[in-house]
Structures are given as structure tokens and as C-alpha cells.
């Protein structure tokens, strides 16, 4: 099982309040961490937490940042031999957190922006050997679109995670495989406001499966073969950050291991419902014995109350 991240890294700066502040408002703080963040290394430490191997390409900055991103995922076993080192900072991300677990987030791309065309080609032979490359887009589009093509090219799947949200050229959308918006980010993308519209709309753009996340109701599905609404598990949710980009590690895991789309998505819900349950970004991922643990607690539950019917 190999997945290949292809994308940003930061370190998270998280201040933790009662609200979030309105415009012009100043409010005071009543916790602050630091802790490694950016969607593409959330979703290769969430891959690799549930037993993927997984190689990490992107770009950190030549700076302590930098090093402790690089240092913690080899701690994790992540293979970080294809990360580029260069003379900028670190990518960084302002995480504002309230206390019901909503958040508001300002992402300085930094490093992120120097992940370009000639870093996708260093790594085709990773891209060629990966089960499955996962893409989202706080690195340059144009790399993206150009990385997304050179895995069609080879065969290897591709799961494209919108975010941030931007209008995608038919080109990425006809040569993804999945792509895996929440709710706001499929009406950037589709136009349409309706959810089974917006889906609709990326299947008849090319895509070949659409995965909608819906916050604490779980996932939409749909393909041109099936349509399913996947509910997630209920969890009294401390901090949402990270919950989507663990979502699509756990996607890419359970499709790698065989799983069926409606078992990959059962999986891949409590996977992001764990993650909401703790504070911080990489700190918040769950490891695989967590998500078993809450599988067996589910089923059991389920055989019983099948049992009484």
C-alpha cells in the first residue's frame, strides 16, 4: 500500500477562544500551541498513522520550521528523502479555534509556493510506483494540473481534495479520479448550490467518482454507478482542523487495502469524526488501533440491535 502525497507543509499557529472575533473586535486567547500542519502533510501523517507507506513531496523552508516538520515525519516513517529544502520560510497558517470547535484559518504559502513542475518530474518514478497520489491545491495549480496529467499517464490514481477552493480547468477535472470538496468548496467549484447538482456537475465534467464531506453528517457519494449518503459517528468535536484532510488519507488507505466504496466512506467518517475530538493538526490524527476500536464498538452495537429486531 503506497500512497504519494504531493503537497503543502506549515507549521499551525492555533490561539483557542471563547468565539471567534467579529470584524474589527479584539479578543483575548485563552490557549495557544504551535503544532505541524498544511493539507498535504495532515493527509500523509494520516495515511501513515493508519498503516500506509507514504512519501512526502513538497518543499520546507531552510529554517527550524522546516526541520521539525521533516524530523517529525520521519519520526512517524514518512519518506521525506523527496522533500526540496529552500531559501524561503516555512510555510505557516493562523488558526483561530472556538470553543465548539469552529475555526477560521490564514494560510501563508511560503516554501509551499516553490513545489513546480521540475519537483514533479524529479519524483515521476514515485508517482509511477504509488497505488494511489493525492493532490489539493496550497501548492501552484499549474504543478497540480501538471502532476495530476503525469499520473494519468502512468495509470496511477488520483484523489484531488479542492482546497482551498478554486475554479478547476476541465483538463484536472477530466483526470482526476476522486475529488473530495465539503460543501462550501463544491459550490466554488460546480457553480451550483445544491449538493447532488454540484456532484452531478464534476461527474459530467469527467471526474470519475464525487465525495462530498458534510461536517458531522458524515459524506456524499456519487459515480455513475451509485449513490450513497455515508453518516459519520457523533463526537463532541474540540477542534475541526485537519478533520477533511484526514478524511482523504483514510480514503486513500481503505481503497488501497480493498475496502468497498461504502466501507472505504464508513472508514473514512470516523477517521475525520476522531480527528475533531482533539486539538491541533498532526496531533489530532487518530493511529489505526483508535479506529478499530470505535469499527467494533459500531458493528457490535449493530449485530444487537439486529438480533432484537
Given at each position: 500500500?503506497?500512497i ?11 490561539l ?12 483575548h486567547?485563552?490557549?495557544f ?7 498535504g ?7 501513515r498513522?493508519l498503516?500506509a507507506?507514504v ?6 523552508g531552510n ?6 516538520i ?8 514518512i519518506d521525506?528523502?523527496?522533500?526540496e529544502?529552500v ?5 505557516n497558517a493562523m ?8 475555526n ?8 509551499n509556493?516553490c ?24 501548492i501552484?495549480?499549474e504543478?497540480?494540473?501538471y502532476?495530476i496529467e ?15 477552493a478554486?475554479i ?12 473530495t ?6 459550490v ?6 445544491d449538493?447532488?447538482l ?5 461527474l459530467?465534467?469527467g ?5 462530498v464531506?458534510i461536517?458531522e453528517?458524515g ?13 459519520s ?8 482542523t485537519?478533520?477533511g ?7 486513500a488507505?481503505?481503497?488501497c487495502?480493498g475496502?468497498c ?6 472508514f473514512s467518517n470516523v ?6 475530538t ?5 496531533k489530532?490524527?487518530p493511529?489505526r488501533?483508535?479506529?478499530n476500536?470505535?469499527?467494533?464498538i459500531?458493528y ?7 438480533l432484537?429486531k
Open positions: 500500500m503506497n504519494v502525497v504531493i503537497g503543502s507543509m506549515n507549521m499551525d499557529y492555533v483557542t477562544t471563547d468565539n471567534l472575533p467579529k470584524k474589527g473586535e479584539t479578543i486567547a485563552i490557549d500551541k504551535t503544532s505541524i500542519g498544511g493539507k502533510a495532515n493527509q500523509a501523517f494520516a495515511a498513522k498503516g507507506d512519501v512526502m513531496i513538497g518543499s520546507v529554517d527550524d520550521n522546516g526541520r521539525k521533516i524530523n517529525r515525519m520521519n519520526e512517524v516513517g521525506t528523502s523527496r522533500i529544502i531559501n524561503t520560510e516555512t510555510g488558526i483561530t479555534v472556538d470553543n465548539n470547535g469552529n477560521t484559518i490564514i494560510v501563508y504559502g511560503g516554501a509556493k513545489v513546480n513542475k521540475e519537483i514533479i518530474d524529479k519524483n515521476e518514478d514515485a508517482i509511477i510506483k504509488a497505488d494511489f497520489v493525492i493532490f489539493q491545491l496550497e501552484p495549480i504543478t497540480v494540473e502532476g503525469l499520473a494519468k499517464k502512468h495509470n496511477t490514481k488520483v484523489i484531488l481534495n479542492p482546497a482551498p478554486k478547476l480547468s476541465d483538463n484536472i477535472l477530466r483526470n482526476v479520479d476522486i475529488i470538496p465539503n460543501e462550501t468548496e463544491l466554488i467549484i460546480s457553480g451550483e448550490n449538493l447532488k454540484g456532484a452531478r456537475k464534476l459530467e465534467s471526474v470519475k467518482e464525487v465525495i464531506t461536517g453528517k459524506s456524499y457519494y456519487l459515480s455513475n454507478e451509485k449513490e450513497i449518503l455515508s453518516e459517528i457523533k463526537v463532541k468535536a474540540r477542534d475541526t485537519a478533520a484532510d484526514s478524511f482523504n488519507g483514510a480514503l488507505v481503505a481503497i487495502e475496502k466504496i461504502e466501507e472505504a466512506l464508513e477517521v475525520g469524526a476522531l480527528t475533531t482533539k486539538s491541533g493538526a498532526e489530532s490524527l493511529y488501533e483508535e479506529v476500536k470505535i469499527l467494533e459500531k457490535n452495537k449493530q449485530k444487537v440491535f439486529e432484537i
